[in-house]
């Protein structure tokens, strides 16, 4: 599916006029159109729905996803959780895309109020993989300022010459010359639009009548109280006038569409007005100000207007303050003004370059999983899968917190392994909620029965019931007992034990997956706009070549698994096919023969230096016969030193969050939490968990 971000470049735009074309013309290309706004923006005195929105219900029939309050938003950008609010965003995106070809979604506006609307966007575009259009209205400049100007919103998104900024909408161009005309002599004045990278994908003239608001609407607006309704459901304002002159100076001015204001006490432009009426001049209406009421008299001589359908509105306030409020008129379409919305809808899609637009939906472009889309995934994978974890750790405060996340929001059924007074104790203390259903397991009153079932694993080992008893004193042996005999589904733990305190008892009793040799370990690397894979980063000091190409083909299936298209880089210092002289370099060579021997169908490329796997522009020079250089999404390294380091190194000093280390290989789940992991990284280590041992099972 195809996803479009509408950004706006400023306040103003017309953007909920750009995303009702846009919509329109994708319709006529026959594909299968959604429209998303993630974050309400109302105007001052909105009450009802969200504008855009509903707007787009109206006109097109469609039922976009309720967005999020500003308020909410705020507050959630206040407190430090822009990855929960991206989350939330990411849920909704999933609802409005359902059954789309292509889904439309209204970036937010800069305002005074909300000054980090630009950064917004900037995290919602790469969160939901979008391709960006920006949105722009042409002020009073010159064509190399508004080039400018459009060039520096596109630099927020990566530039111009990333392939996912594909041009600018210009709306609301005021020119005497034709759109054509005014689009050449852009293109002449604008290396930006020269380039082929970023185009002009419209330019849509101003058209002052798109914004005349019903006569309605002004009143509404003005909290006018109407003296005679009249047509005003029907009439539109498209020109006010301010009549302070004689009649004969203002009988020229009373056409179409124009909306008199006068004090009500003068007479003879009232009656001037309701002659212009009463002979066929369909006026917008006639607004008394100054809290003066015509006299009756002349309402009476003024009957025939009033009949023929003139609207007549009075406001308290004078002339010149009426005038004010008048031009300072939220001029935005009302969400129940279906013909102005259905104008603009065909006019914008007449002036959108279609055929490229189409175009663009049916190329095929591989979607990169952002960190939002994954963790959104994550949490939903791991809710259907309805697992049960065991936490060995279960009187640690962050393990309580954790645990009692995942019940609520039914991620796992967690089993804490504590004394239960202890975990109510600091469930008091740290004021976390218990949810029903959260269970608690004293260790001391199921020890006993597990000692005869562990001597049995481990009779070849020649274990004793005194030595099972006595590894059963630690909470971890407990858990991986209760998951060898499936009682469990996945265990979790490592915040205070060692990781050889966590993997020890499942190597010794959960032992290796069918077909498996080792257990080696990744971790997803959440960077700002896709998720990799790096492994092995804790497991195996020194593979070989033959344990290495388990590594890499272990790793490309956890990258299935969760949704990570695998194109597996195996990185070495060199990327030269034609060096045999180093041993570090041949082994990786050998281990990728072996790994595309064993699975054909395999995406897979080594050596490779690690800039080459990792950016275009470096693979074309190094390595530009390679279909995963560039491109790589699974990084093997060629040993524990190098892989632990890089991911380390990389958590440290780049703009990235990691999840892991996720062990693989065993026959089922175990998990090794990281180093000073937080209660967000527990629930995530939890659910990816649950999606393991769903997909083991």
Not at 407 to 423: H, K, M, N, S, T
Not at 536 to 555: F, G, R, V
Request: proline content about 6%; glycine content about 6%; some cysteine.
């Amino acid at each position: 599916m195809q996803t479009f971000f509408i950004a706006p470049t400023d306040f103003g735009v017309g953007l909920t006029s750009i995303s009702l074309g846009l919509v329109r013309t994708l319709e006529h290309a026959g594909l299968k159109v959604g429209f998303f706004k993630p974050i309400a923006q109302p105007h001052p005195g909105d009450t009802g729905p969200e504008r855009s929105t509903e707007l787009i219900a109206r006109t097109h029939g469609l039922k976009p996803p309720k967005p999020l309050a500003l308020a909410h938003v705020e507050r959630m950008l206040g407190d430090g959780q822009l990855d929960e609010l991206l989350e939330e965003i990411i849920s909704l995106y999933q609802e409005a895309a359902v059954g789309k070809d292509v889904l439309i979604v209204e970036g937010m506006v800069p305002t005074r109020s909300a000054s980090y609307a630009a950064r917004v966007n900037l995290h919602l575009a790469k969160s939901l993989d979008a391709e960006v259009i920006l949105v722009s209205a042409p002020e009073n400049e010159v064509l190399t300022e508004l080039s400018g100007r459009v060039e520096l919103q596109a630099q927020m998104f990566g530039g111009p010459k990333d392939p996912k900024v594909l041009g600018v909408i210009l709306n609301k161009v005021r020119t005497d010359e034709s759109m054509q005309n005014f689009a050449a002599r852009l293109k002449e004045h604008s290396p930006l639009l020269r380039s082929g990278d970023f185009r002009l994908l419209g330019c849509i003239p101003y058209q002052a009548d798109l914004n005349a608001p019903r006569t309605r609407d002004v009143a509404e607006l003005l909290g006018a109280e109407v003296l005679n309704a009249g047509d005003y459901e029907q009439r539109r304002m498209s020109k006010i006038i301010i009549c302070a002159r004689t009649v004969v100076n203002t009988v020229h001015l009373l056409k179409p569409g124009v909306l008199v204001v006068t004090p009500g006490d003068r007479d003879d432009i009232i009656l001037a007005v309701s002659l212009a009426s009463m002979n066929g001049v369909p006026l917008a209406g006639l607004l008394l100000t100054s809290e003066i009421v015509p006299d009756p008299r002349i309402m009476e001589l003024c009957k025939g207007a009033l009949q023929a359908g003139l609207p007549v509105m009075a406001v308290t306030t004078g002339t010149y303050d009426t005038a004010n409020r008048l031009n300072q008129l939220n001029k935005e379409i009302p969400v129940d003004d279906r013909e102005r919305a259905q104008i603009i809808t065909d006019f914008v899609a007449g002036h959108l370059d279609a055929d490229w637009l189409h175009q663009r939906c049916g190329t095929p472009r591989e979607l990169r999983l952002s960190p939002a889309v994954f963790r959104y995934q994550l949490i939903q994978r791991a809710q259907a899968a309805n697992k049960r974890i065991v936490l060995p750790e279960g009187s640690e405060p962050l393990i309580i917190q954790a645990a009692a996340i995942c019940q609520a929001r039914g991620i796992a059924r967690c089993v804490l392994l504590a004394r239960p007074e202890e975990v109510h104790a600091v469930a008091k203390a740290q004021d976390i909620v218990l949810p029903p259903g959260l269970e608690i397991i004293d260790p001391d009153l199921v020890r006993e029965r597990y000692v005869a079932p562990m001597v049995e694993l481990r009779k070849s080992k020649s274990l004793n019931a005194p030595m099972a008893e006595q590894q059963l004193e630690d909470p971890v042996v407990i858990g991986t007992m209760m998951l060898a005999l499936d009682e469990v589904d996945g265990l979790v733990s490592g915040l205070v034990h060692s990781t050889a305190n966590t993997i020890r008892p499942a190597l010794q009793l959960i032992k290796t997956a069918p077909g498996c040799q080792l257990v080696s370990s990744v971790f997803f690397m959440l960077f700002p706009e896709q998720v990799l894979i790096y492994g092995d980063c804790i497991m195996n000091p020194h593979p070989d070549a033959q344990a290495l190409a388990e590594i890499a083909l272990q790793s490309a299936d956890s990258a299935q698994a969760f949704g990570i298209a695998p194109r597996v880089a195996m990185i070495s210092y060199s990327s030269s096919h034609a060096d045999h002289s180093d041993e570090e370099v041949e082994k990786v060579r050998e281990a990728t023969q072996l790994a595309r021997e064993a699975r054909r169908g395999l995406l897979i490329d080594g050596p490779l230096q690690y800039d080459a796997a990792a950016n275009e522009n470096d693979a074309r020079q190094l390595a530009p016969d390679s279909q995963v250089a560039g491109r790589a999404t699974v990084f093997v390294f060629p040993d524990l030193n190098t892989g632990n380091t890089t991911y380390k190194a990389v958590q440290r000093s780049a703009d990235c969050v990691t999840l892991g280390p996720m062990l693989q290989g065993l026959r089922k789940p175990v998990n090794d939490l990281p180093r000073g992991a937080q209660v967000d990284d527990i629930v995530h280590t939890i659910a990816l968990t649950a999606i393991q041992a769903d997909t083991l099972s």
